[in-house]
């Protein structure tokens, strides 16, 4: 997969395709088992507590894809949580959202809770 991410317009459209066909899609340095920095794996419990099934993409894979997501968003930070398509936040505004509640909620009312 690497080799398609080398260049930056195959990185958007890798992101773009990613974002499009995942519910839930968490851009992390590392993957769910073994995240590669600490911002990731506190996301990554929070979707795990959840119950949520979701998509880890490492963006180490390839600069263009570590850069690519940054301006695909908009948003200069790593993990990048995305929900149906829609930018949710990093992992502070992760956080936030599921300390009050509020990430469950848009989970819930996206019927991505289990059960």
């Excluded at 997969?1 to 995942?22: H, K, S, W, Y």
């Excluded at 088992?33 to 180490?60: R, T």
């Excluded at 949580?81 to 956080?95: A, M, N, P, Q, S």
Aim: charge should be negative; proline fraction near 7%; include cysteine.
């Amino acid at each position: 997969m690497t080799d398609t991410l080398d260049a930056p317009a195959a990185a958007q459209d890798f992101i773009a395709r990613t974002v499009a066909d995942n519910p839930v899609v968490l851009f992390m340095k590392g993957v769910p088992e073994q995240p590669g920095c600490g911002f990731s794996a506190i996301v990554v419990q929070i979707l795990d507590h959840l119950g949520v099934d979701f998509a880890g993409v490492n963006v180490l894979q390839s600069e263009p894809l570590r850069q690519g997501i940054k301006s695909f968003s908009d948003w200069p930070t790593i993990p990048q949580l995305y929900v149906k398509g829609e930018f949710v936040g990093g992992c502070d505004i992760v956080r936030e959202m599921f300390q009050s509640g509020e990430l469950k909620t848009l989970l819930a009312e996206q019927k991505l809770l289990p059960g």
